[in-house]
């Protein structure tokens, strides 16, 4: 067949450059249309205000640039299950063409898409575009799914050596658009009042100091200057404190695909000739191992779709969690009395984001200290981080609350100790926490902040030795 029409179905990879399925898709036609459904069903990519903000604002630049290269980006609301299938036959399209996802949600949804598509005669190609390699290409030495992340990355790694040069950058797409007739349709001419309405409906306060940004453009901006800026060469070090803008916040774009994880894997080895010193290579190297830290939770997830409901370690689903609702509160407020944790949840309820060494100190108090069970916590993330992601949240909370794929047993975070090791001169406690500003550094790293200082801010909810004790004694139960 000449040129068929094709519908090209955006999800994860809300973007034009270096999209694989998108590439494949113009490989046999550029009569495309693109699409991209807020999925009733799966809530996760907007129920967040910080999310709703981020996708809403990446949708209206993808539709302009479809525009630019004289298509259209047809949006639409409900269930993908009807309408894709729906969508094709309005427009025509011989093809519907995706990226494919790692979700157990998806998984199914698409599965039952395909079949529809099927039943209509219409054909319905996916491609991996979300992770550097796909989940059936990476396997231990006995050909089971990897559930350690040290010999995973090791693996990967050597794979990306030659891999990650494949990526397409400087693609020009020309399109051809949809018959003015079918312009018509009230499919596609409401399109355009869909995202209207969902971004008019956006209640994000964060926007101007979320790090993360939204569109294409602006995470290719943001990848250009965590490297020109030589950010990545001193990540090592800068990574772990939370007062110092160390990190790529690349987070959200990636999570939702407005940046491909090939071009960001290629920046690193694009480096690799210009580090000056042994810290510098370090640092490129350790941010590569975050990048697969993303990659790994993704095939984890895909290989072990129970994650997402339960604990990889089975014991842990008969801890006897407390969860006392009184300090949870406490813990999603940012008032728990222990700066480093209060200061952490403030910068999430504010901007929508939390530096990475702060979610591991915050996750292992809520879990370890407050005794509450750890899907609380996934929830709550959930429910308001820009990056939130199912694979990686949940990935980070079995971390945390070492019911996951971590060999090391059990881990407990000393929250004051942690602050002084990454925030020594407070000045991340102060910035979200400006009531103690005038406290001295040591009296705020020991806990020791006398009633005078304290200008309404509370004493602690808990004392971390007892409640580290009686988490050790409830662990040896189970
Ligand atoms: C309890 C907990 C929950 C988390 N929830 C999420 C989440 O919902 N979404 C999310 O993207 N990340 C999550 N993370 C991982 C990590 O905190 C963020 O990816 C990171 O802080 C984002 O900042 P950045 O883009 O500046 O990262 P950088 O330090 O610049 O790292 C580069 C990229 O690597 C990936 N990455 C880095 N660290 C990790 C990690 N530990 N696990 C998985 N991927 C990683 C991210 O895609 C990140 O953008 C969580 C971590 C913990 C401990």
Redesign the pocket.
């Known amino acids: 067949m000449n040129n068929p029409r094709i519908l090209f179905w955006h999800r994860k990879d809300l973007r034009i450059i270096d999209n694989q399925a998108l590439i494949k898709a113009f490989s046999l036609s550029n009569a495309i249309t693109s699409t991209y459904i807020l999925d009733k069903n799966y809530s996760h990519d907007f129920n967040a205000n910080s999310r709703a903000w981020f996708l809403g604002n990446s949708l209206k630049e993808l539709g302009n640039n479809w525009e630019k290269m004289g298509s259209r980006l047809v949006i639409g609301e409900g269930d993908p299950v009807l309408i894709i299938p729906q969508l094709a036959k309005t427009i025509d399209a011989k093809i519907v063409v995706w990226n494919k996802s790692i979700e157990p949600y998806e998984i199914n949804r698409d599965l039952a898409i395909k079949n529809n598509l099927k039943e209509i005669n219409i054909q319905s190609i996916e491609s991996w575009d979300h992770l550097l390699i796909e989940p059936s290409k990476i396997f231990t030495g006995n050909n089971k799914p990897y559930s350690v992340y040290g010999p995973f990355y090791k693996n990967l790694k050597s794979k990306m050596n030659f891999f990650g040069s494949f990526y397409e950058d400087k693609i020009i797409f020309h399109f051809k658009d949809i018959d003015n007739k079918l312009k018509e349709n009230q499919n596609i001419k409401s399109s355009n009042s869909v995202l209207e309405k969902f971004l008019k409906n956006i209640k994000f306060s964060g926007s101007k100091i979320c ?2 940004r939204p569109g294409e453009r602006a995470a290719k901006i943001l990848l250009e200057n ?1 490297i020109n800026e030589k950010k990545i060469f001193s ?1 090592n070090s800068a ?1 772990d404190l939370p007062s110092y803008n ?10 939702f695909g407005t940046i491909s ?1 090939r071009k ?1 894997w290629n920046a690193t080895l694009n480096l690799h000739s210009d580090f000056e010193n042994q810290e510098n290579y370090l640092s490129i190297e350790t ?1 590569q191992k ?2 697969v ?5 993704q095939h984890c997830l895909f290989h072990f779709p129970e994650l997402e409901s339960g604990p990889y370690r089975k014991k842990w689903a008969q801890f006897p969690w407390e969860n006392n609702n009184e300090w949870f509160q406490h813990w999603s407020n940012g008032e728990t009395g222990v700066p480093i944790i209060d200061a952490a949840m403030r910068q999430l309820n504010s901007s929508g ?4 060494r702060c ?2 100190i ?2 292992s108090f809520l879990v370890k200290d407050l005794i509450c069970s750890w899907q609380k ?2 929830e709550k ?2 429910e308001i ?1 820009v ?11 079995q ?2 609350a070492s019911s996951g794929m971590d060999p090391k047993p059990l881990r407990i975070f000393n929250p004051y100790t942690q602050a002084k090791k990454f925030d020594p001169i407070c000045k991340y406690i102060k910035f979200w926490i400006p009531e103690l500003s005038k406290v001295s550094n040591s009296d705020l790293l020991n806990g020791e902040i006398s009633n005078l200082e304290k200008n309404n801010y509370s004493s602690p909810i808990v004392n971390h030795n007892i409640q580290q004790r009686l988490f050790k004694s409830l662990y040896a139960e189970i």
Do not use: K, Q
Not at 387 to 397: E, M, V
């Open positions: 790090p993360c965590f990540y990574r160390g990190t790529s916040f690349l987070s959200a774009s990636l999570r994880i960001v941010w975050e990048l830290w993303r990659e790994f939770y984001w939390m530096h990475n979610r591991m915050v996750a916590g996934e993330f959930m981080l990056d939130g992601d199912l694979a990686a949240n949940n990935g980070g909370w971390w945390s």
